[in-house]
């Protein structure tokens, strides 16, 4: 779903997992959708639920407590296959920004393309975000694209992130690869113009 980024405060839910896959994120046997639509119902479905369907109650998004648009994830977050799905999924659930000190490449370029943006913070800072969830379910998250920052709202701790320009302009305006094609569409007609 395309949405505009600004700046995001929420409350988080926390992953403390290094090395998440893909598989793990999107279990392979629904990679046969070709349609995002229900891809959220399905996010670490193999954590979040029993074979017979039932909600494991140790699974942190089946815990009311915590809730919000962020997710913090350990480090390594998506490696694996380079399924698109697993962002379809993140994104279908809900979630607006996911936070990690590492991040498979494909997996970030694919989050960025469905409007999730990946923000990669040390890892003392992950571990400070981690912690401080755990203290207090309720504690905020802002991330403020147009200024590239993370701030835990609990400690009043920043950190800076760094994003390709070209993904934070189509990010902030809500624009994917073909909106943003369409928007220059007079600059490359004139382009032509002047290099026939």
């Not at 659930?93 to 409007?115: L, M, T």
């Not at 379910?137 to 800076?160: C, F, I, M, R, Y």
């Amino acid at each position: 779903m395309k949405q505009k980024f600004n700046v995001i405060t929420s409350t988080c839910i926390p992953l403390p997992l290094e090395n998440v896959d893909t598989d793990q994120i999107i279990p392979a046997r629904f990679l046969k959708a070709t349609d995002k639509a229900g891809m959220g119902d399905n996010l670490f479905r193999d954590w979040r639920f029993n074979a017979d369907g039932t909600p494991k109650k140790d699974f942190v998004l089946n815990d009311p407590s915590y809730s919000g648009v962020i997710l913090v994830a350990g480090k390594n977050f998506g490696s694996g296959s380079s399924r698109e799905h697993a962002a379809w999924a993140i994104a279908g659930y809900g979630f607006r920004v996911v936070i990690s000190s590492f991040f498979a490449d494909i997996h970030k370029n694919n989050e960025q393309n469905n409007f999730v943006l990946p923000v990669v913070v040390t890892e003392p800072f992950l571990q400070e975000l981690f912690d401080s969830i755990a203290r207090d379910h309720q504690t905020e998250v802002e991330v403020d694209l147009p200024n590239q920052t993370v701030t835990n709202k609990a400690t009043g701790h920043s950190e800076k992130f760094e994003i390709n320009g070209y993904k934070k302009h189509c990010l902030m305006n809500g624009f994917d690869d073909i909106d943003y094609l369409v928007q220059n569409q007079s600059k490359t007609e004139e382009w032509e113009r002047q290099n026939k």
